[in-house]
């Protein structure tokens, strides 16, 4: 069989923005991938990527990037600065961050962030995510049919990310503002009046950082926010880069997060032998998040432009084109995982691809991890009886992003 494929009888974009598959997207994606890895959508030439192999090769590779300047259709294109000035203009202000940079800058912008993204240094905010889990589940305690993304889910990293910025709480209603303005940058279920919003939380959020980097005075050594300011102050990072890549915390580390704990649970609760045998073993905690990140990611799509032209399965992908990796096939292909529809908590190794690969494999993944143990942990542990007390509600309105509008939850039976 072809390991690539060309064909113009699929209409890739009308078929994965439908109902239907927004709402359970791996049915088509597993039959897509049976026709083979690699597809190109003629009608738009990006290459969509479904097989396991295939991404890796393309995500490790240093002839693909993310700098989405170099696609060749795509917003940089001179003619979108007078055909859609706000898009121009949105992805412009959004530029100078790490995860849309190619090296030099790339590595430049990552080498400022890495030391506090270490496991060991993440481990020296465990007391700090606890403190914040307890509070809320303290705020639990008094009722019992609860709608858990809005009441733990999304507070929690929103929470842990303020703190890791040292921006004050009284700063979250405007930080959970900005990021679901900011979440919806690229994705092409976006509407116009959602990138006006977006722009004008970009700018909010600036200044705010602006004026929160101008006053900042250390309370303690070593802490990310350090880095970052003596980064600005010896010219290591300009102000723009600095801005933008504290800003992108928020972004990319908010939503993903909530996703995790939010299709985490859904998927324990919908498996009462997986939920069982954790209650039962809480250290599977640590093989069970990869799981969940695996069967249910909340990133549906990871993307790379070629800055060469880059040979694969004795096909060229030429330089400029986009190339989609499709993560909810890619981690259920049945070349890399045994029964790849299957939640096994237990699974070990688990090489889903849901945190990226490569250069720009996600940094915030060892916090990410930790605050969803510690929140699972916790859950299961004040309230082993939960279950699911209605139809959860799927977001419809991205196709890069799977989470949950709500998740309804009883936690516990009287
Ligand atoms: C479950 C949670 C998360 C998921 C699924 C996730 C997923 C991803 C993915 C797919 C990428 C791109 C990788 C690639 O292109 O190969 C990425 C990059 C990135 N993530 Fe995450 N992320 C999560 C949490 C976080 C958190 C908590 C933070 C920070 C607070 C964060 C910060 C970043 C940054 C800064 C990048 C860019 C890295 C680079 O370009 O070098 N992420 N993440």
């Not at 432009?305 to 330089?319: H, K, R, S, V």
């Not at 929140?375 to 939960?386: D, E, H, S, T, Y």
């Not at 799977?402 to 009883?410: F, H, I, N, S």
Request: aromatic share 8%.
């Amino acid at each position: 069989m072809s390991r690539f494929l060309e064909r113009e009888d699929i209409d890739w974009w009308s078929l994965i923005a439908n109902k239907n598959y927004l709402e359970n997207p791996y049915p088509q994606l597993k039959e897509l991938q049976k026709l083979g890895p690699i597809h190109l959508d003629k009608k738009t030439g990006i290459y969509f990527v479904l097989g396991h192999h295939e991404f890796g090769l393309i995500a490790r590779s240093s002839k693909m990037g993310r700098d989405t300047r170099l696609w060749r259709d795509g917003w940089f294109n001179p003619d979108n600065k007078v055909s859609d000035p706000t898009s121009y203009e949105l992805f412009s202000e959004f530029q100078s961050q790490m995860i849309m940079m190619n090296e030099p800058d790339h590595g430049r912008m990552r080498s400022v962030y890495q030391q506090a993204f270490k496991p060991s240094a993440v481990a020296s905010i465990r007391p700090m995510i606890e403190r914040e889990t307890d509070l809320l589940l303290e705020q639990l305690a008094a009722t019992n049919d609860i709608d858990l993304i809005d009441n733990f889910a999304a507070p929690l990293p929103l929470r842990v990310l303020r703190n890791l910025l040292e921006i004050p709480a009284d700063m979250d209603q405007d930080m959970q503002r900005w990021s679901a303005s900011l979440i919806k940058i690229g994705d092409v279920m976006m509407m116009q009046e959602q990138k006006v919003e977006a722009l004008l939380a970009l700018r909010e959020f600036k200044y705010y950082l602006r004026d929160h980097i101008k006053y900042y005075r250390a309370s303690h050594q070593n802490t990310l926010m350090n880095s970052v300011i003596s980064a600005f102050e010896n010219g290591f990072m300009n102000e723009q880069e600095t801005l933008t890549n504290l800003m992108s915390m928020l972004v990319a580390g908010h939503e993903t997060t909530v996703t995790l704990i939010g299709n985490g649970m859904l998927a324990l609760l919908r498996h009462s032998d997986q939920r069982n045998l954790l209650i039962s073993d809480p250290i599977l905690i640590e093989t069970a998040i990869d799981e969940f990140l695996r069967y249910e990611p909340g990133g549906n799509m990871i993307l790379r432009i070629a800055i060469e032209d880059f040979e694969l399965n004795g096909i060229t992908i030429p330089t400029g084109s986009m190339v989609i990796g499709m993560v909810g096939a890619i981690n259920r292909d049945p070349l890399r995982f045994n029964q790849a529809d299957i939640l096994d908590i237990q699974r070990k190794p688990n090489p889903h691809f849901t945190y990226g690969a490569g250069i720009h494999i996600c940094i915030g993944a060892p916090l990410a991890h930790l605050e969803s143990e510690i929140a699972f942990n916790k859950i299961l542990k004040q309230f082993p009886q939960i279950e699911l007390s209605g139809e959860p509600i799927w977001r419809l309105d991205r196709l890069n992003a799977r989470g949950l509008k709500t998740l309804p939850v009883r936690l516990r039976i009287n």
